[in-house]
């Protein structure tokens, strides 16, 4: 029995001195970004890429929600357009803030469920070869207790964010 209290009280540890550790070590900073050449041409992929509505196309974390409802403002591909969701335990909209045609969307997110968030979303289309080069991006400010959980926002932001560029590809090669 003291040996299995030792060893819990070792883990305890570690994971605090971890915390600890990630909390004054980790930039408050967050960008991540990932890429992927699809073969079509730039302005097919920008169909899908450069407007909230194709963008809801393959977004994977819309498919992720539950129940989810999309309400749109606007046409989805002028600087002011938004769209909202709502579905089980998630809220949030997403704004287009700048946007240069069949190059570069920027868009800001604000997060209501399940946390209150901000974040800034890029989405870059450029020719590569004789296909076209999408990279998805995004940035936000992490609080003191969301640097704890960087390493496994940075996996889940990968599996995402390749599944969603993995679906985009797919629909801009039909």
């Given at each position: 029995?003291?040996?299995?209290?030792?060893?819990?009280?070792?883990?305890?540890?570690?994971?605090?001195?971890?915390?600890?550790?990630?909390?004054?070590?980790?930039?408050k900073?967050?960008?991540?970004?990932?890429s992927?050449?699809i073969n079509?041409?730039?302005?097919k992929?920008?169909q899908?890429?450069?407007?909230?509505?194709?963008?809801?196309?393959?977004d994977?974390f819309?498919?992720?929600?539950?129940?989810?409802k999309?309400?749109y403002?606007?046409?989805?591909?002028?600087?002011?357009?938004s769209?909202?969701?709502?579905?089980?335990?998630?809220e949030g909209e997403?704004?287009?803030?700048?946007?240069?045609p069949?190059?570069?969307?920027?868009?800001?997110l604000?997060?209501?469920k399940?946390?209150?968030?901000?974040?800034?979303?890029?989405?870059?289309v450029?020719?590569?070869?004789?296909?076209?080069?999408?990279?998805w991006?995004?940035d936000?400010?992490?609080n003191?207790?969301m640097?704890?959980?960087k390493?496994?926002?940075?996996?889940?932001?990968?599996?995402?964010?390749?599944q969603?560029?993995?679906?985009?590809?797919?629909?801009?090669?039909?």
């Amino acid at each position: 029995m003291k040996t299995l209290l030792k060893f819990i009280g070792i883990i305890l540890l570690l994971v605090i001195v971890y915390a600890v550790i990630a909390m004054l070590a980790f930039s408050k900073d967050y960008h991540y970004e990932k890429s992927i050449v699809i073969n079509a041409p730039k302005e097919k992929v920008w169909q899908y890429a450069g407007s909230l509505k194709g963008y809801n196309m393959w977004d994977p974390f819309s498919k992720e929600i539950k129940n989810i409802k999309i309400t749109y403002s606007g046409e989805g591909d002028k600087i002011g357009d938004s769209y909202h969701w709502k579905g089980e335990g998630s809220e949030g909209e997403q704004s287009i803030i700048a946007i240069s045609p069949n190059e570069k969307l920027t868009t800001q997110l604000h997060f209501i469920k399940p946390f209150e968030g901000n974040a800034k979303s890029n989405m870059i289309v450029a020719p590569e070869g004789n296909g076209t080069k999408v990279t998805w991006m995004i940035d936000n400010e992490l609080n003191t207790m969301m640097k704890i959980m960087k390493p496994m926002m940075d996996s889940n932001m990968d599996k995402m964010f390749g599944q969603g560029l993995n679906d985009l590809k797919k629909l801009s090669e039909k």
